[in-house]
């Protein structure tokens, strides 16, 4: 490409800014002789980088062709994101050193591809940290090796070590080196005495205005991150010596770098070598920079958070050398970054769920007080109904005074809220939440208080009028689920609005005619179910069997005394008798079922019950649809104990397909209903004709992993879920989601009726 | 028509057992005790139930006749039935009868196993008619005031889901078990397990970490009782790994993932 026509383009992307022309010339020049689809890619990364910083961006330039050696054009976005990372954590000087320097040892990570990938442990990994957290904490893959809490991030790869095991370990060591600096208060250091409050906004951490208030930030946080690493060394040597065990057997590559003139290297490098080595090699280490009873403090895990930050100013003032720039030393791989903002971030996060969740306990709580009680806490709402919600000054409240302390004080006290002059007793879940809550936060806000009495008013208000909508639609009630996001592996709380509504019952005279139709298979399946209609039981009073029926015996024996002439049943044998099995099914009403597959499902259901009769087997019909998690619907056509009559026969009639599948709610609903019912087997048996999905994200792999959540929890409810799927194919996820030989699909609709009673025969005996 | 002695003294405990107190449970029971009142002893498996009521029928005097429940078990199996012998009907009592007459401490485990209707026998005993009708003999027993009825269930149990009647239910002074504190569960798995409280620490580490996996999938998490066990199997010098292997995480589950998670934690604590 000629150079104009370089410099033209350099121009148009980063329009508006009109940069000197010879810089851009200068930084084009060399790519005159470059292929355009290399050319390309690299200035795709000029719109990335001159934002950030114009420097950063002409250095990207200039080293681009030199790296171009060494990268392949795949590796060229990931050497971009490293270099940005460093610039924004780090600066410039620091990003542009990783540029200059940093392509082999960039490379030496990404290369000999023969690594461990996060996606392949964490399976392993996340139960084992959910363990020794006993917190749920997420993992997820970053650049970098962080934590803002909640969160573990840690590289997608690791291939540091030859081999795999180690990098294993590598990965161990990094979660629980991680969930370290949690569990020793890391991030949660406050001032030590005499040391500046700083303005203490709510949320904001005093450590983060400590450190960024010193000259050179950055130095300040890397020591005061290094001394806490040496904490979480001896908190882990003491909690879990097994691990750290194998840890520091664990082959380091302790290479240098970075130019070691500075002091404040020689200072990273020699720490971070005590890191990895065993306790008296940091004795040793640290003796230079803290007093022997530092040192002890330390070393015996007595030194708390304040401690290292009293420590960082004498430090830093030994380290800081104004007329050298401080090159951040490059932490070991599990110690990570220190990321104030990420945690601030996520604790805001967490304290509004947790605020949520406290809004619907305590909301929940309200509306089981006496309607007085209750009217006299909301009694200010009523006065200005217009508005929606309470604003916080309408609510006179007084919280108790110990109320914001009893985490640290007295936990046997009792909490107490006052609001409107009427004493509120926390009944216990509240109260055990609510301790959660300050130990965490260390104070409720009272916005969580008056926004639960909002949320309590609205429910009376709803309770009021409920009367009044009846008739036209016929619903019959709604319940709430929790969706099961896989990406964050939780629940997404109170998610879902099932709507339990009613079919109408249409006459019609589908029912006869699918009786006329399938009136040999009906007469043989009757037959065959008939013959399923046993379990086993004890019969007493038997010819012969398996034990003596004692009451039978002495009778007999007190008979023949008495002269009568004896029976000789007395015998106890095993019978099979007594199904007791409870069946839910719930058939898929969504769109895409018209035509065949809804006439087929309603054949099904007709031939299933008149089936379902003869053996006794309880039973129920269900039919789902609905659009949005706002609007799940469930349609009851035969309750379990309801019975097989007309009404219900012209329900069957009026299935018809409606809208989308959403599949989680109706299952979590159906588990519901079977926990409630006393039987030996209990199954869900749900008839659908594809993938779930709704109109929202409802879809791919988030429906796959609700839907199959929701089957997860019926079965740890001790309910066996099963599915029969009409589709042309078998799919991989079918057997991911339902487990395998939990499911079975039917190519030919036609066939359906067939095939239904027969898989349950085979389900059920 | 003859009914057959059975010996209590074997119901009697004369050793004091091992029980860690961790709250006002043998006040309460005492209390109940002394008015008659029966017990509801709820908690997860292995947390100490059995050997609380062992302790507090020694503290008691009283002979404890336990029951362990199924769904198979009748009235007859509870209350007593005729038997021959050598060509004579007798009557034997069964264990809730035996426990009336002999004013000792009756303790049905796992209640809920049992099928309603059989439950319903244990109602005139567990009000203040503290009555027990026996059919078969035409005989209405009324418990001295040293006989005491307990029960025990683990509310925990997703997969049996069967749940008390509420009629059951409220008759009862309910006493909530848990897993005990930690240093007391270290405590517990010293004395029981015959470990140095060092290992008995990281036993309970252990404990605890697979308590707080409902999430991924464990429904209830290592109970002292295993910790006990696996405590025992290293005194006979099986190595801790192995000990913690066989004794505490393939109880657990069968989940190839999560007893791998599960193998993580114990090579990180020992
Ligand atoms: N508070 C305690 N004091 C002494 N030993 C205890 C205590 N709690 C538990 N244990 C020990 O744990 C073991 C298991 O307890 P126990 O058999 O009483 O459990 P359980 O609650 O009856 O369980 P399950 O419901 O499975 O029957 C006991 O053998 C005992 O060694
Ligand atoms: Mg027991």
Request: aromatic share 8%; with cysteine.
């Amino acid at each position: 490409m000629k150079l104009a026509a370089l410099s033209e383009q350099f121009y148009s992307l980063v329009s508006p800014d009109i940069p000197n022309e010879w810089d851009v010339e200068e930084v084009m020049e060399p790519f005159i002789e470059t292929n355009d689809k290399v050319c390309e890619v690299i200035l795709e990364h000029i719109p990335v980088i001159w934002p950030v910083s114009h420097s950063l961006c002409y250095d990207f330039l200039r080293q681009a062709p030199e790296a171009l050696k060494h990268l392949s054009l795949e590796q060229l976005p990931h050497w971009v994101g490293v270099a940005l990372d460093i610039y924004e954590n780090d600066g410039l000087r620091t990003a542009q050193r990783f540029m200059q320097d940093g392509v082999e040892n960039h490379l030496s990570r990404l290369k000999g591809s023969g690594g461990l990938a996060l996606a392949s442990v964490e399976k392993r990994l996340l139960p084992y940290i959910r363990g020794i957290a006993r917190d749920e904490l997420q993992i997820v893959p970053a650049r970098e090796t962080y934590t803002d809490t909640s969160t573990l991030y840690a590289p997608e790869e690791i291939n540091l070590f030859h081999n795999n095991e180690q990098n294993f370990l590598l990965y161990k060591l990094i979660f629980t080196y991680q969930w370290g600096y949690i569990a020793c208060g890391s991030f949660l250091a406050r001032a030590p005495e005499g040391f500046p409050l700083f303005s203490n906004r709510e949320d904001s951490l005093w450590l983060r205005a400590f450190l960024d208030s010193f000259t050179n930030p950055p130095l300040a946080r890397d020591i005061y991150h290094l001394l806490e690493s040496i904490r979480v060394k001896i908190f882990l040597h003491k909690e879990l010596p097994g691990l750290m065990r194998a840890v520091s057997k664990l082959p380091f590559p302790l290479d240098l770098p970075l130019p070691m003139k500075n002091k404040a290297n020689l200072f990273f490098a020699s720490i971070q070598q005590g890191l990895t080595g065993d306790k008296t090699d940091l004795y040793t280490l640290l003796q230079p920079h803290l007093t022997p009873s530092e040192c002890q403090r330390f070393l015996h895990g007595e030194a708390t958070p304040q401690d290292s930050a009293r420590l960082v100013p004498r430090l830093y003032s030994t380290l800081h050398n104004k007329d050298q720039d401080y090159i951040p030393f490059p932490p070991l791989p599990f110690q990570g970054r220190l990321k104030l903002r990420s945690v601030e971030t996520a604790r805001k996060v967490q304290k509004e769920k947790m605020g949520e969740q406290f809004v619907d306990l305590m909301a929940a709580h309200f509306l089981t007080l006496s309607q007085e009680k209750l009217k006299n806490i909301l009694k200010d709402e009523e006065r200005d109904s217009g508005g929606s919600g309470l604003a916080e000054s309408d609510v006179s409240m007084i919280m108790d005074s110990e109320f914001a302390q009893t985490a640290d004080q007295d936990k046997a006290a009792p909490l107490l809220v006052t609001i409107n002059n009427e004493e509120l007793e926390f009944p216990p879940e509240l109260e055990s939440f609510t301790r959660k809550f300050l130990d965490e936060f260390g104070q409720l806000p009272t916005r969580f208080i008056t926004s639960a009495a909002g949320k309590a008013g609205e429910g009376m208000l709803r309770g009021d009028v409920g009367g009044q909508e009846e008739g036209e639609q016929q619903s019959t009630g709604t319940v709430v689920y929790d969706e099961w996001d896989y990406r964050r592996q939780g629940y997404r709380k109170n998610w879902c609005s099932l709507q339990l509504k009613e079919l109408p019952q249409v006459h019609s005279p589908f029912i006869r005619n699918t009786l006329d139709k399938y009136h040999g298979l009906t007469l043989r399946l009757r037959h065959q179910f008939e013959m399923m209609r046993s379990q086993e039981r004890f019969v007493k009073r038997q010819r012969e069997g398996d034990d003596i029926d004692f009451d039978a015996l002495v009778e007999s024996l007190s008979d023949t005394q008495a002269g009568l002439p004896s029976s000789d049943r007395l015998f106890i044998r095993l019978k099979q008798d007594e199904r007791d099995i409870a069946v839910l099914f719930l058939v898929d009403m969504s769109n895409s079922t018209s035509g065949w597959v809804n006439t087929a499902l309603k054949e099904s259901l007709v031939l299933m019950s008149e089936a379902m009769e003869v053996l006794g087997d309880r039973y129920g019909i269900y039919g789902f649809s609905g659009m949005r998690r706002s609007r799940c619907e469930l349609f009851h056509v035969k309750h379990l104990t309801e019975s097989y009559g007309e009404r219900v026969k012209e329900r069957i009639s009026s299935i018809g397909p409606s809208e989308y599948t959403r599949m989680g709610p109706p299952i979590r609903h159906a588990t519901r209903l079977l926990q409630e019912v006393d039987a030996k087997v209990r199954l869900i048996i749900t008839l659908t004709d594809g993938k779930p999905e709704d109109y929202d994200d409802y879809k791919g792999d988030y429906a796959i992993e609700d839907t199959r959540h929701a089957l997860l929890e019926a079965k740890v409810a001790g309910i066996h879920p099963f599915c029969i799927t009409i589709d042309h194919q078998a799919h991989d996820y079918m057997e991911h989601m339902y487990g395998p030989a939990n499911y079975i699909f039917v190519d030919n609709v036609r066939k359906l009726p067939l095939r239904m009673p027969e898989i349950y025969r085979t389900l059920t005996s | 028509m003859k009914t057959v002695e059975q010996r209590l003294e074997e119901h009697l405990i004369t050793a004091e057992p091992y029980y860690l107190v961790s709250g006002t449970e043998i006040e309460i029971a005492l209390s109940a005790y002394k008015n008659g009142l029966p017990l509801l002893l709820k908690g997860p498996t292995g947390c100490g139930k059995t050997r609380f009521m062992q302790y507090l029928a020694w503290k008691l005097q009283r002979p404890l006749i336990t029951v362990s429940c199924h769904d198979d078990l009748s009235t007859s199996d509870l209350v007593g039935r005729y038997l021959i012998r050598s060509g004579e009907a007798v009557w034997i009592d069964g264990p809730l009868t035996l426990a009336v007459r002999a004013g000792a401490i009756c303790y049905l485990d796992e209640i809920v196993e049992a099928r309603k209707d059989t439950t319903v026998v244990i109602h005139p005993l567990a009000d203040d008619r503290r009555e027990l009708p026996v059919e078969k003999l035409g005989e209405l027993l009324t418990a001295p005031p040293e006989f005491m009825i307990s029960v025990s269930y683990n509310p925990g149990y997703q997969s049996v889901l069967k749940d008390l009647k509420p009629s059951t239910r409220q008759r009862f002074v309910a006493i909530s078990f848990d897993y005990p504190l930690p240093d007391q569960e270290v405590e517990i798995v010293c004395q029981e397990g015959g470990v140095e409280k060092e290992l008995a620490h990281s036993l309970v580490k252990l404990a605890g970490m697979t308590r707080s996996l409902k999430e991924s999938g464990l429904a209830e998490g290592a109970s002292t009782r295993l910790l006990i066990q696996a405590g025992k199997l290293t005194q006979d010098g099986i190595d801790i790994h192995t000990a913690c292997r066989v004794a505490i995480i393939e109880p657990l589950s069968d989940d190839p993932e999560l007893l791998a998670a599960l193998q993580e934690m114990v090579s990180s604590i020992f």
